[in-house]
Each structure stands twice: as structure tokens, then as C-alpha cells.
């Protein structure tokens, strides 16, 4: 009995409708089916039921449904402490991220040889550090809220772009209002655990709800998806200027729309000495930075 099935199956009984939960779990309506069917010929009961054009738990999915994810959550156990004890000599370090840092992660590897650097970029990195799958991780706009849980260390401000092809009638604008982008179709950036990612959250608080006519998990894939023509989207100006796309335009935004980058931990976690030793990297670079 595969584990992916049964998380399969514990969000689709939460949204009981093959199409949204496959969007969520990022795979195809047909691939879900085929897994629960999978799932009820391994069980040897009916887990859902039709009602309609809908589905609904089965009485076996309701009596199914705890143990799922009891399943599920001893699973993430043992995956967590075979991880923090596989390997010690190797000293890992885990970053959550949902910006660009390659480059940083690579000039802090040529000076630390002796750590070993895993990146997560595509999961919610205030998540990741709080479900202890990461040390460190580079949050945007930490609130003040946040501040009393997380460590922070300002890394960067940048700057949100609207990414569009360049045969779009905007591209040779230098600059466009968010609210003028309101009868566009959009390519958004969607990582599971995440309820609303940012480009959703500027277009609300510009004044409308954008037509999202696909989504990424990633800002590589967005990126490539706008390059076809698919849409437009909003990024961070630093995080797409090193794609290597012929067919895009990058426009301000008027006015512009500022983020900043901060590393951060818990407050209630004692870091490694790999992670003390990124810390102190970030922080001595960015203090050269500043000067």
C-alpha cells in the first residue's frame, strides 16, 4: 500500500472533488483516480461514493479516514528521524527557500567544504522550519508577529515585475500599474501547504482577482510557461533575470512593489554549526553589502 496513495486519498476526502484535489496535489485527475481505485482494490471496499455530480465518503472512508492519517504522520515521523540520523559525519544543512539563492548557496560552499547544503524551494519555508524539515530559511516580509518566533537577518529588498511574452502589447512598456493587468490570464507559483501565494495576494490588494490560467510549483516552470505564451506573471525581479528565455519582457511596476528577503530561524531551535556558520556568512555579506 503505497503512502502517496493514502495522502492521495486524506485530501481528497477533505475537498471530495477530483479536479480541485488533484490541482492541489499537483498531479492529473486521471492519475488520482487510477491511485484511489488502486487504494479500494488493495482495502477490498468502495472509499467514496456519487452523489450527484460530486463525491462523498463511503462509510469504509469514514472509518478509513483517522487511520489515513495516522498513517501519514507516523510516516513524516520516521522519514524525519531516519534524516536527522542518517549520516551526521556529513553535517547537512537544510534551507527553505522560495527565492533565488543559488549563487549565494554556491559561494558559501566553496568556503565550507565541509557542509553538505540541501535546499527545499518548493515547499512553504515558514513551514518547513516550523515542521523541522529545515534549519534556516529565507522568508519574505517577516511581520512583526513572526518576529517574536523567528531570528532574522535582513538579506535583500527586491522588487516585484510583471513577466510577460514578448509579443504580449505591454512588453515594450517600461513600467504598468498592477490593477491595469486585471483582464489578463495569469501563470501563478503554487507550492502545496501554501492556502494563497503572493502574486494572488498583490492582485487582491490592487482591487481584483486574477483569471489564473495555470499554475507552477516553481519559479523555473512559470518562467517557461509565460516563455510559451500561456500567460503573464509576477516575480521578483532578481529571481527571473538569470532565466535563459528568449520570449520574455520584464516590466515595473508603477508604483513599485518592494519585498524584503530575511534569513530566519526559530527562536526556539538551537542551530547546528553548519547553520551558525551560514548565519554568520549571510550576515558579513550582507554587512559588505550595505557599505
Given at each position: 500500500?503505497?503512502?502517496?496513495?493514502?495522502?492521495?486519498?486524506?485530501?481528497?476526502?477533505?475537498?471530495?472533488?477530483?479536479?480541485?484535489?488533484?490541482?492541489?496535489?499537483?498531479?492529473?485527475?486521471?492519475?488520482?483516480?487510477?491511485?484511489?481505485?488502486?487504494?479500494?482494490?488493495?482495502?477490498?471496499?468502495?472509499?467514496?461514493?456519487?452523489?450527484?455530480?460530486?463525491?462523498?465518503?463511503?462509510?469504509?472512508?469514514?472509518?478509513?479516514?483517522?487511520?489515513?492519517?495516522?498513517?501519514?504522520?507516523?510516516?513524516?515521523?520516521?522519514v524525519q528521524v531516519l534524516q536527522t540520523n542518517q549520516d551526521k559525519s556529513a553535517k547537512k544543512?537544510?534551507?527553505?527557500?522560495?527565492?533565488?539563492?543559488?549563487?549565494?548557496?554556491?559561494?558559501?560552499?566553496?568556503?565550507?567544504?565541509?557542509?553538505?547544503?540541501?535546499?527545499?524551494?518548493?515547499?512553504?519555508?515558514?513551514?518547513?522550519?516550523?515542521?523541522?524539515?529545515?534549519?534556516?530559511?529565507?522568508?519574505?516580509?517577516?511581520?512583526?508577529?513572526?518576529?517574536l518566533v523567528y531570528n532574522a537577518i535582513p538579506y535583500i529588498t527586491d522588487s516585484f515585475v510583471?513577466?510577460?511574452?514578448?509579443?504580449?502589447?505591454?512588453?515594450?512598456?517600461?513600467?504598468?500599474?498592477?490593477?491595469?493587468?486585471?483582464?489578463?490570464?495569469?501563470?501563478?507559483?503554487?507550492?502545496?501547504?501554501?492556502?494563497?501565494?503572493?502574486?494572488?495576494?498583490?492582485?487582491?490588494?490592487?482591487?481584483?482577482?486574477?483569471?489564473?490560467?495555470?499554475?507552477?510549483?516553481?519559479?523555473?516552470?512559470?518562467?517557461?510557461?509565460?516563455?510559451?505564451?500561456?500567460?503573464?506573471?509576477?516575480?521578483?525581479?532578481?529571481?527571473?533575470?538569470?532565466?535563459n528565455f528568449q520570449n520574455l519582457a520584464l516590466i515595473d511596476l508603477d508604483p513599485p512593489i518592494?519585498?524584503?528577503?530575511?534569513?530566519?530561524?526559530?527562536?526556539?531551535?538551537?542551530?547546528?554549526?553548519?547553520?551558525?556558520?551560514?548565519?554568520?556568512?549571510?550576515?558579513?555579506?550582507?554587512?559588505?553589502?550595505?557599505?
Amino acid at each position: 500500500m503505497e503512502i502517496s496513495h493514502i495522502e492521495e486519498f486524506a485530501v481528497l476526502a477533505d475537498i471530495c472533488n477530483y479536479g480541485r484535489a488533484a490541482d492541489k496535489l499537483f498531479i492529473s485527475q486521471s492519475s488520482l483516480f487510477n491511485h484511489i481505485k488502486t487504494l479500494e482494490a488493495e482495502l477490498g471496499v468502495p472509499l467514496f461514493n456519487r452523489k450527484g455530480k460530486n463525491i462523498v465518503l463511503s462509510d469504509y472512508g469514514q472509518i478509513f479516514l483517522p487511520y489515513a492519517k495516522t498513517i501519514i504522520s507516523t510516516a513524516k515521523e520516521y522519514v524525519q528521524v531516519l534524516q536527522t540520523n542518517q549520516d551526521k559525519s556529513a553535517k547537512k544543512l537544510q534551507i527553505g527557500t522560495q527565492y533565488r539563492v543559488t549563487e549565494l548557496i554556491k559561494e558559501f560552499s566553496k568556503q565550507h567544504r565541509e557542509y553538505e547544503v540541501h535546499v527545499f524551494d518548493n515547499y512553504s519555508a515558514m513551514d518547513a522550519l516550523d515542521e523541522g524539515i529545515c534549519e534556516l530559511a529565507f522568508i519574505r516580509d517577516i511581520s512583526e508577529a513572526e518576529s517574536l518566533v523567528y531570528n532574522a537577518i535582513p538579506y535583500i529588498t527586491d522588487s516585484f515585475v510583471a513577466v510577460v511574452y514578448s509579443s504580449h502589447p505591454l512588453a515594450k512598456k517600461p513600467r504598468v500599474r498592477l490593477r491595469d493587468l486585471k483582464n489578463e490570464d495569469f501563470v501563478m507559483i503554487s507550492r502545496p501547504q501554501e492556502q494563497e501565494c503572493s502574486g494572488m495576494k498583490l492582485c487582491k490588494r490592487a482591487g481584483f482577482i486574477p483569471h489564473v490560467s495555470m499554475t507552477a510549483v516553481n519559479g523555473s516552470e512559470a518562467a517557461r510557461l509565460v516563455d510559451e505564451e500561456v500567460g503573464i506573471s509576477l516575480f521578483l525581479k532578481s529571481t527571473i533575470i538569470s532565466e535563459n528565455f528568449q520570449n520574455l519582457a520584464l516590466i515595473d511596476l508603477d508604483p513599485p512593489i518592494d519585498c524584503a528577503i530575511s534569513l530566519c530561524w526559530r527562536k526556539d531551535k538551537k542551530l547546528s554549526p553548519a547553520a551558525k556558520a551560514f548565519v554568520t556568512y549571510v550576515k558579513e555579506r550582507s554587512e559588505a553589502n550595505a557599505l
